[in-house]
C-alpha cells in the first residue's frame, strides 16, 4: 500500500497522458503515471513503431517511435511518479474526498484528481476470421507492420479499407516488391489525401474481394485465394510473401464501465472542462466523447492541459488558476 497521495493520478501512458504529465508539471502537482503496458507510450510504438505521424503540428515527419521518444522525454521533465505494467481496476472516493485506486496486483494508490488516458482501453487487432490463420500469425501473417526493412522486395497482400490499410499500403509502395490492397467495398473510409493518392500509385487495388484461402507451409505464406462478394464465380489466387490484415481492433473498456461514469458511444463523456460526470475525474484522448470531437494526437495534447488547469483548481484550491503555457514558463519570465 502506497499512502502517499498525488494531486493528479494519470491513468495511460500514451501521448494524451504523456503530455498531460508534463503540463500538470508545469502547474507544479504531484504527478503519477499508471500504464498497463510494461512500458510508455501506449498503443503508438507498439502498433505504429516505423509508421510516420502526420497529425501533429510543427512536426512534418516522424515515425510512431520517434513521436514516443520525444514525449516521454518530454513528460520526465518534471519527474513524475510512473507505474507500469499494472492495470487498475477499482476507484472509489474516499470520506475526505480523495481517491482511492486500486490495481489488478493488489497496489493502492491515492490521489486527489484522476485522469482517464486510456485510449480506447485495452487494444487488440481483430484476427483474420479463417481457421488457418493461427498457423501463419507473426511468420507471415501480421496486424501492424513494425519493421518496414521485414517487407523489402516482398510480395505483400494488405486487407483491409481504412486509414491503416491505405497508409501502410502507400508506405510499403517503394520497399515491397508488389502490393495488392483489396477490401470489401468499393469505397475506402481513408482521409480523402491519402485514398487519392492511393488511386494514383502503383498498388494493385482490388475490390471488393476478400480473403478466401491460405496456402504454404511451415508458417509462410506462399499464396492466397481471393473470392469476389458479387460474383460467386470470381476468383483469384496470388503468390504473396506477406500478409497484412487491418479489420480494426477489438475495444475492452473493462473495468472502466463500472466506475459509473457517464458512457456515450461506448466512451466517457465529459464537459467542457474534460470533467466527467464524477467531480474530479477527467478524461482525455480517445476515451473522451464530446459533440463534434476529432480524434488527432494534436487534440489530445489540448485536452490534457484543459483537463489539469481544471484539476489543479480541486487539488490546490488556494491557488489562483493560470492557463500556464511553455512560453511564459519561469525561463521564459526570466528572459523577460
Do not use: C
Not at 489488478?104 to 485495452?122: E, P, Q, R, W
Amino acid at each position: 500500500m502506497n499512502e502517499e497521495i498525488y494531486d493528479v493520478t494519470i491513468i495511460g501512458g500514451g501521448p494524451a497522458g504523456l503530455f498531460a504529465a508534463f503540463y500538470s508539471g508545469m502547474r507544479e502537482m504531484k504527478t503519477k503515471i499508471i500504464e498497463y503496458l510494461p512500458y510508455l507510450g501506449g498503443k503508438v510504438p507498439y502498433f505504429y513503431p516505423e509508421k510516420v505521424i502526420r497529425d501533429i503540428g510543427g512536426i512534418a515527419h516522424a515515425t510512431g517511435e520517434e513521436v514516443t521518444e520525444q514525449l516521454v522525454e518530454q513528460a520526465m521533465t518534471f519527474e513524475p511518479a510512473v507505474i507500469l505494467g499494472e492495470q487498475v481496476v477499482d476507484m472509489h472516493r474516499m470520506d475526505d474526498g480523495n481517491f482511492e485506486l486500486v490495481s489488478s496486483n493488489g497496489n493502492i494508490h491515492y490521489s486527489k484528481t484522476i485522469m482517464l488516458a486510456t485510449g480506447f482501453g485495452t487494444l487488440h487487432s481483430v484476427k483474420l476470421d479463417h481457421p488457418e490463420a493461427i498457423y501463419y500469425e507473426e511468420k507471415s501473417l501480421h496486424y501492424t507492420v513494425r519493421k518496414l526493412a521485414d517487407y523489402h522486395d516482398k510480395h505483400v497482400l494488405i486487407s483491409g479499407g481504412g486509414n491503416s490499410a491505405v497508409d501502410w499500403a502507400l508506405e510499403l509502395e517503394n520497399i515491397a516488391k508488389s502490393v495488392t490492397l483489396i477490401h470489401r467495398r468499393n469505397e475506402f473510409k481513408g482521409l480523402e489525401s491519402s485514398v487519392t493518392k492511393l488511386k494514383n500509385s502503383r498498388v494493385n487495388v482490388m475490390t471488393p474481394y476478400e480473403l478466401k484461402g491460405l496456402h504454404g507451409t511451415e508458417g509462410q505464406i506462399e499464396k492466397v485465394i481471393l473470392g469476389h462478394l458479387e460474383d460467386e464465380t470470381d476468383e483469384k489466387e496470388i503468390q504473396i510473401d506477406r500478409l497484412v490484415v487491418n479489420h480494426g481492433f477489438q475495444i475492452n473498456l473493462e473495468p472502466i464501465t463500472t466506475w459509473g461514469l457517464e458512457m456515450k458511444d461506448g466512451m466517457i463523456a465529459v464537459d467542457s472542462s474534460m470533467q466527467t460526470s464524477v467531480e474530479g475525474v477527467f478524461a482525455i484522448g480517445d476515451i473522451a466523447y464530446y459533440p463534434d470531437k476529432l480524434g488527432l494526437i494534436a487534440g489530445a495534447f489540448n485536452e490534457g492541459p484543459i483537463a489539469v488547469n481544471h484539476a489543479k483548481k480541486i487539488a490546490d484550491p488556494g491557488d489562483p488558476v493560470k492557463h500556464l503555457f511553455s512560453t511564459n514558463f519561469a525561463a521564459f519570465e526570466e528572459d523577460e
